[in-house]
């Protein structure tokens, strides 16, 4: 969650203030769900005390989370885990006076989708928290839909709130898990961790933001116990910081691998010990000499940097690498919105199936059925919504066709295998 601020007249739509307390709390949410949270908020927050519930064009939510599909199924599964997921708070300002209570909450209390239109609310704890934030962090909407990752996400809302100090503090791994939204069963090894969440997540708030931000690790004995995160600010965009432009040194070159290609100390270090100095100078120059580096277009430029060494970039392969490692970045991303896609479509056609099974069963079989989801229901965010609408509600109704296909298996055995489902779908598109 967001308080809409105003860092300047011309960006007053697009800059959120959010709660220190949901920045720094305890849930596991995909980049998807995390980016609509912002979105509803940034969206709802003039009338978050005087209206009960929130009207919000699908087209406009997807502009503000910078999905480009069209299929709502993507926007309707994000908003059941928005309902189902709950957050607590405070992890990090617990120790702080009138911070000391434990306070949880849905991060939506409810939603419904009707033609081009989502409505939606937030329970009373939730709108009361958000609307006047004591301490808060700028979350600027337009990087927000940007990021690839869920973690570079959440560790640029952790950091945004500690900019004026240039520093986090430190926090234990455990909490730092919480804070990503690591699910306990993954990366328990800090090697795994740092790999596929640090990593990641430091080279996409480097590279999107004006932040630079590096991290340093206090060990005990052998074992990583806690992080804390450098934050300094890009002085011109994202291109090279003035301070790390001079390289007349080895001291500055180290610098300028930190602040400007994302790399940590210990990285840049090994990097000054592998590779000649010059040698370093001559790759770094004709990186930054090239289009795509000067118009932000080299995704995961540690990566990037690490193959210019490796291979000897020359001025006359230098962008034609860049070019394939862009058209590489830019075919999985595809790759993955139509796997989403796919994967979406068919979990509609199978709705649509048990439902027309489950329509066909007798009186007393469909009332046992309903019986039970009822009761199961009583024990979830979803039961004012199922009270009020039944299953009416497509969010509701969605919940009962995964308990149909979940306990009522049979209703779904007539339906085509998912490989079945795309031959049938690419046949009848080929045909048009």
Request: aromatic share 10%; net charge positive.
């Amino acid at each position: 969650m967001s308080n809409l601020t105003v860092a300047s007249s011309e960006r007053r739509n697009q800059v959120l203030k959010k709660h220190v307390g949901t920045i720094h709390s305890s849930n596991n949410i995909s980049l998807l769900q995390r980016k609509i949270a912002n979105a509803l908020l940034h969206h709802a927050y003039h009338d978050l005390l005087t209206k009960d519930f929130h009207e919000i064009h699908i087209s406009q939510l997807c502009k503000l989370i910078g999905y480009r599909g069209h299929n709502q199924r993507v926007i309707k599964d994000a908003l059941v885990s928005l309902i189902s997921t709950v957050i607590e708070w405070n992890l990090v300002d617990k120790k702080k006076p009138g911070s000391n209570q434990w306070n949880a909450s849905s991060i939506i209390a409810d939603a419904s989708i009707e033609g081009p239109l989502c409505t939606y609310s937030y329970s009373r704890k939730m709108r009361e928290l958000l609307h006047k934030p004591e301490i808060y962090g700028l979350i600027d909407m337009q990087l927000q839909s940007q990021f690839t990752s869920s973690y570079g996400l959440a560790l640029y809302e952790n950091c945004s709130r500690f900019r004026k100090i240039n520093q986090t503090p430190w926090f234990d791994v455990a909490t730092f898990r919480m804070l990503m939204g690591i699910a306990d069963s993954k990366y328990k090894r800090f090697s795994d961790l740092k790999k596929a969440v640090i990593d990641i997540a430091l080279s996409e708030v480097n590279r999107l933001t004006s932040m630079v931000v590096t991290l340093e690790m206090k060990k005990v004995g052998r074992k990583i116990t806690s992080l804390k995160f450098y934050i300094n600010e890009k002085k011109i965009g994202r291109a090279i910081v003035d301070k790390a432009t001079s390289t007349d040194n080895c001291s500055d070159l180290s610098l300028k691998l930190v602040q400007a290609y994302g790399f940590t100390h210990k990285q840049a270090s090994g990097i000054l010990e592998q590779y000649e100095e010059t040698y370093v100078k001559e790759k770094m120059r004709i990186i930054e000499s090239s289009a795509p580096f000067r118009e932000g277009k080299i995704f995961h430029l540690p990566n990037y940097f690490r193959k210019a060494l490796e291979d000897d970039f020359q001025v006359n392969n230098s962008s034609n690498a860049t070019h394939h490692v862009q058209q590489d970045y830019e075919k999985e991303q595809r790759r993955q919105e139509q796997i989403r896609e796919f994967s979406s479509n068919y979990r509609d056609y199978l709705f649509e199936v048990v439902i027309e099974n489950y329509d066909q069963l007798v009186t007393d079989k469909r009332k046992d059925i309903l019986k039970v989801f009822e009761e199961r229901v009583a024990l979830t965010l979803l039961e004012k919504t199922y009270r009020e609408e039944g299953l009416k509600n497509i969010l509701v109704r969605d919940r009962f066709c995964e308990y149909l296909l979940q306990e009522h298996g049979a209703l779904a055995e007539n339906a085509m295998s998912f490989e079945q489902f795309i031959y049938s779908s690419a046949t009848a598109n080929a045909e048009h």
